[in-house]
């Protein structure tokens, strides 16, 4: 059974100094912001922003690549020479290792604090004397917008779009939680937000890319190394059937009452009126419907960032899923879905490169690959390409097999060297306008959790292709998953805001 709590050791490690000045530094200035595919860099900022005009896009591309000096100072050093953050979402299992490792930087101060738990925010508040506080981060914008440079948003998912909307909005830097957003047609939305603030530095919570081994993976793919990509491998090891953990998928809670310490309706936030459920406030969002994305959502940014950096993956044209435990209050569990990309022009092996993606560690057969007999990890992303095979793990560990053998991927020809680094004093840097390479910028981001969502979507149609627009925000053979899994009504007050 997957080990959550050693994974999570993993992801969260202590924290530890700034991080050596990676080779990403030595690029051009434009660069170091964006994405590590210098393809990526390119087309990025024109393609994510969706329906935003072509010659708005441009200008807002070349404002993006211009020198970090021609920022306003305000953008890039407070009044106080720090950089001072209001987090969305203070509690929780990832919210506090957040602050930590960003407070760990010298140049941080958090300046606001909100949360809908009392309890959580008052714990938060206590070390703090210097932040405002506030259960509503609608009223963090009102009222306190003048205390605060850039927002972390810690929030559950459905609660992500909005506040890191607003932070845009209001000319605030922005540091989101994965995945970026929680319904498809935000993807887009959030996209469009972020390409008309190009001076505004945002970032993913995607901290595993900070080591060599994942690093190294893009550059050998991205170069080619191994031939053109074939297709692509990509499984999670959980969640497990039931558990009371990070994911529960046990017995559906039955209404009752919230704590004093909890404003529900704030909790709800954009989500319709729905009763309490114990357990759900904690860590069981992920888990259900209308407040997480289950295993696939979840994971997705942590899985599915190799092969967008290493390919330039824009937006998939069909989906499938498949599980034996479909969907109703929550994710799906034992779900093998596969993306189809099409070749953007002599970029694949193939006109198209599947991209298969499933949980429940289901992996492919390593003697269909035609590399040696072994255990995969519990999790894992994989390439075959025409000239070989490439295995990396979450944690870095990376594995290449060529002509049905063990490779030593390191005798590769051109390889840069690479350093690990800390991705949250990366995004703080950038921010406060010295040289960093900010990894995972909303773009990005939005790819990974356009595929993550399509993948755990339509699981509540398995078996049934799914022909995906991105332009229109439809499956085009299929109205009634356009109308049931594209979007979400959301609750007046909560609406995102449209002019961008």
């Known amino acids: 059974m997957f080990d959550f709590d050693a994974d999570r050791r993993e992801r969260f490690p202590e924290p530890g100094s700034r991080m050596p000045r990676p080779r990403y530094l030595d690029l051009p200035e434009p660069i ?53 953050i209001l987090q969305i979402g203070v ?12 407070e760990s930087h010298p140049d941080v101060v958090f300046t606001g604090l909100c949360d809908v738990d009392a309890n959580a925010l008052a714990n938060a508040a206590k070390d703090r004397p210097q932040a405002f506080t506030c259960k509503d981060h609608r009223e963090a914008f009102d ?15 459905h609660n992500h779009a909005l506040p890191m909307m607003l932070a845009l909005e209001n000319g605030k830097h922005c540091y989101g939680q ?7 047609s935000e993807v887009a939305a959030i996209e469009a937000c972020a390409a ?69 309706p704030l909790w709800l936030g954009c989500a319709e009126d729905a009763p309490y459920r114990d357990g759900l406030v904690g860590l069981r969002w992920r888990s259900s419907w209308d407040y997480g994305t289950g295993q696939l959502g979840d994971w997705c940014t942590h899985l599915l960032d190799v092969p967008v950096y290493a390919f330039d993956l824009k937006s998939p044209t069909s989906v499938i899923s498949h ?59 994989l390439v075959v390409c025409e000239d070989g095979v490439l295995h990396v793990e979450p944690g870095g560990k990376l594995e290449v097999w060529r002509g049905g053998k063990d490779f030593d991927w390191k005798t590769l020809p051109g390889l840069e060297e690479r350093s690990e680094r800390n991705h949250w004093h990366c995004w ?13 910028p909303f773009a990005a981001g ?44 959301y609750r007046p007050g909560f609406e995102l805001p449209t002019g961008v």
């Open 91 to 102: 509690g929780g299992s990832i919210a506090p290792y957040d602050r930590q490792q960003l």
């Open 178 to 184: 994965k995945p970026l957003v929680q319904q498809l």
């Open 323 to 381: 599980t034996r435990t479909p969907s109703g209050f929550y994710h799906a569990q034992h779900v093998a879905s596969t993306l189809a990309y099409p070749d953007p022009g002599d970029r694949f092996a193939n006109a198209v490169l599947p991209l298969h993606y499933c949980d429940k560690g289901q992996h492919p057969s390593r003697a269909a690959l035609n590399i040696p007999p072994g255990n995969f990890s519990a999790t894992g992303t």
């Open 446 to 489: 939005a790819a990974m959790a356009e595929a993550g969502l399509l993948c755990s979507k339509a699981a509540r149609y398995p078996g049934q292709e799914l022909l995906w627009d991105k332009a229109t925000n439809s499956f085009t053979n299929n109205v009634e998953a356009t109308e049931s899994i594209v979007s979400r009504a």
């Open 32 to 84: 170091m912001s964006l994405p590590i595919n210098r393809r990526t860099i390119l087309r990025s900022t024109v393609a994510a922003a969706g329906s935003v005009a072509a010659s708005s896009l441009l200008a807002s591309a070349t404002t993006a690549m211009g020198a970090v000096s021609a920022l306003p100072r305000s953008l890039r050093r407070s009044r106080l020479e720090k950089l001072q």
């Open 428 to 440: 703080v840097d950038r921010c406060m306008g010295k040289d960093a390479f900010v990894q995972t």
């Open 196 to 264: 008309a603030h190009p001076e505004l530095v945002t970032q993913v919570g995607n901290q595993r890319m900070g080591n060599t081994g994942r690093q190294y993976a893009v550059e050998i793919l991205e170069k080619d190394l191994l031939g053109k990509p074939v297709e692509c491998h990509v499984w999670v090891g959980g969640p497990p059937d039931e558990g009371n953990g990070y994911f529960y998928y046990g017995p559906k809670p039955d209404p009752s009452t919230p704590p004093e310490s909890i404003d529900w």
């Open 143 to 157: 009222k306190h917008g003048d205390k605060f440079d850039a927002v972390i948003v810690c929030t559950p998912d």
